[in-house]
T-cell receptor
Framework: DAKTTQPTSMDCAEGRAANLPCNHSTISGNEYVYWYRQIHSQGPQYIIHGLKNNETNEMASLIITEDRKSSTLILPHATLRDTAVYYCIVRVLGFQKLVFGTGTRLLVSP | NAGVMQNPRHLVRRRGQEARLRCSPMKGHSHVYWYRQLPEEGLKFMVYLQKENIIDESGMPKERFSAEFPKEGPSILRIQQVVRGDSAAYFC??????????????FGEGSRLTVL
């Protein structure tokens, strides 16, 4: 699986959009971009995934650059409960395990 | 539909004892994964099982650790002769399949092992 690079930490004001970047310059054509988050001491939670088109669901939006070398997870209106570690993972579909990096620690403040 | 259930949530063992951690996957899921998270560290993959078979155990320590997922009943992660370095949170995840729509991993709340 390709490696990902994320900032160690980010801050965001409550109610603002949180934009979390991820670099995956060695991604191959059959690898998907997945985002999970882990709220303190809880199990990781799936957020969204995509291949090359932008994706949106009830939790977030995923913007993938045209060359697929980077992506951005957008939480449109961050709340205090969005404070968590966010993991960007690239994974070949049909391959089983997720390999977690160190992620980005997002702190949402009032 | 109940989520992934792990028990016990907290387990305390003395050095040299055995620890057994159980994981019941979501209903209908036949793929189970175990991860370990040491204090202040990221999640590390340990093993992937699919009903009665170990598919990938590349992250399992070579000694003292074993995992099973029997035809009936929960998946078990077993740690023999525990040492203080085994103290960690152990997370189980399950998935329905491996595809685009069924390959999402659902995680349990974890079992926290403390070795005295």
């Amino acid at each position: 699986d390709a490696k990902t690079t994320q900032p160690t930490s980010m801050d965001c004001a409550e109610g603002r959009a949180a934009n979390l970047p991820c670099n995956h310059s060695t991604i191959s054509g059959n690898e998907y971009v997945y985002w999970y988050r882990q709220i303190h001491s809880q199990g990781p939670q799936y957020i969204i995934h995509g291949l090359k088109n932008n994706e949106t669901n009830e939790m977030a939006s995923l913007i993938i650059t045209e060359d697929r070398k980077s992506s951005t997870l957008i939480l449109p209106h961050a709340t205090l409960r969005d404070t968590a570690v966010y993991y960007c993972i690239v994974r070949v579909l049909g391959f089983q395990k997720l390999v977690f990096g160190t992620g980005t620690r997002l702190l949402v403040s009032p | 539909n109940a989520g992934v259930m792990q028990n016990p949530r907290h387990l305390v063992r003395r050095r040299g004892q055995e620890a057994r951690l159980r994981c019941s996957p979501m209903k209908g899921h036949s793929h189970v994964y175990w991860y370990r998270q040491l204090p202040e560290e990221g999640l590390k993959f340990m093993v992937y099982l699919q009903k009665e078979n170990i598919i990938d155990e590349s992250g399992m320590p070579k000694e003292r650790f074993s995992a099973e997922f029997p035809k009936e009943g929960p998946s078990i992660l077993r740690i023999q002769q525990v040492v203080r370095g085994d103290s960690a949170a152990y997370f189980c995840a399950s998935s329905l399949g491996l595809g685009l729509t069924d390959g999402e991993l659902f995680f349990g709340e974890g079992s926290r092992l403390t070795v005295l």
